[in-house]
């Protein structure tokens, strides 16, 4: 699994608790960590900072072509700054600020304590930040964040329809409402299309929630020992775990963030995506037309939030949904009721 995977949960986490959690160094990502990919154009300026190198990483690299489209629709230019470690995300946040394009993109939680200290320092300097946000309001820091609920509410529908014994369930990182938004939706939206469907959630907990494969895969047993067969993975760099236990026991699973459905073909059902490009080019757009210190949230409406089944290329996507048009055309149903405003979708962590 990507180790976006496991920041993806861990944003989460520093919500809940506004804190800031430590970023593993990637040894192997390269020292030169910044790209040009300037297209030559008079027009506006854009800077992105990754916080690990961008590499195979599907969630940072649809980042980099969220900011090349918007350099291309503004006939400007584009840089990307990729980080390896926190000294490197201080470094590149800086080298960005010193070039003071029109707008620095940033993407991920390990970025909010060093955009508001920039923010305050460069008040006409304008930033976004995608998938976070800074604790204090600034009128030159915009954030995106993602309505995950309602997509993991639409793969909780594919599994209570895919179901054979009735049971859908969930390994999730901890037992708090921002981490519940990655399973309380799936049993929801299994309940809709299945209201006798039984479920239940395991939470991995322990010392190291967002890296334990191995206790990941234990919950996943446990499910699967009473007779769930459809389980939502929202157990960070612990899915693979619960790949494994399904695979072992000809289950199915449910990946988070990106496609994860190569990582365990014939397992993995479909994926909760967030789509970084949409938010990327959006908020740029926004805080062009002067729209600028607001937080937009992205969901299936924006194009933030979809699933791996709903998106172009799902044939060639490994993913088992790939086999069942007709449960995505009963999803799509659910999707459109959601963007209509007809149904809505619980959210665990709303306040």
Do not use: W
């Not at 967002?210 to 899915?239: C, H, P, V, W």
């Amino acid at each position: 699994m990507s180790r976006r995977n496991r920041r993806s949960l861990q944003v989460a986490a520093a919500t809940a608790l506004l804190v800031t959690a430590a970023t593993a160094c990637n040894a192997a990502a390269k020292n030169d960590t910044a790209s040009d990919s300037a297209s030559g154009g008079s027009g506006k300026t854009f800077t992105l900072v990754t916080p690990d190198a961008v590499g195979q990483n599907e969630f940072l690299k649809l980042a980099v072509s969220g900011i090349k489209d918007a350099a291309k629709q503004h006939d400007g230019t584009q840089k990307v700054y990729e980080s390896t470690d926190t000294a490197s995300q201080q470094q590149n946040v800086q080298a960005a600020v010193d070039a003071k394009p029109d707008v620095i993109v940033l993407v991920g939680f390990e970025f909010a304590d060093l955009v508001a200290q920039q923010a305050q320092k460069n008040p006409n300097q304008q930033f976004l930040i995608i998938d976070a946000c800074t604790t204090k309001t600034f009128k030159n820091v915009s954030c995106a964040v993602f309505r995950e609920h309602e997509g993991v509410y639409l793969a909780g529908a594919e599994a209570g329809l895919l179901s054979k014994s009735g049971k859908v369930g969930a390994v999730d990182v901890l037992d708090t409402p921002q981490f519940r938004r990655y399973s309380d939706p799936f049993a929801a939206g299994a309940k809709k299309v299945a209201p006798k469907t039984a479920t239940g959630t395991r939470f991995v907990g322990g010392q190291s929630p967002f890296d334990d494969s191995a206790r990941a895969k234990e919950q996943a047993n446990t499910l699967l020992s009473q007779g769930y067969d459809q389980i939502m993975a929202a157990a960070a760099a612990g899915n693979y775990g619960v790949f494994e236990a399904a695979k072992a026991k000809g289950a199915f699973a449910y990946g988070v963030d990106v496609n994860q459905c190569p990582s365990a073909p014939g397992t993995v059902v479909d994926n909760v995506i967030k789509r970084t490009d949409v938010a990327v080019e959006k908020g740029i757009e926004s805080v062009l037309s002067g729209t600028t210190g607001t937080t937009v949230s992205y969901g299936l409406k924006e194009g933030g939030i979809s699933l791996t089944g709903l998106e172009a290329g799902v044939d060639s996507s490994k993913c088992v949904i790939a086999d069942h048009k007709d449960v995505l055309a009963k999803v799509k149903e659910l999707r459109d009721q959601i963007v209509a405003g007809k149904l809505t979708v619980d959210d665990p962590a709303a306040s």
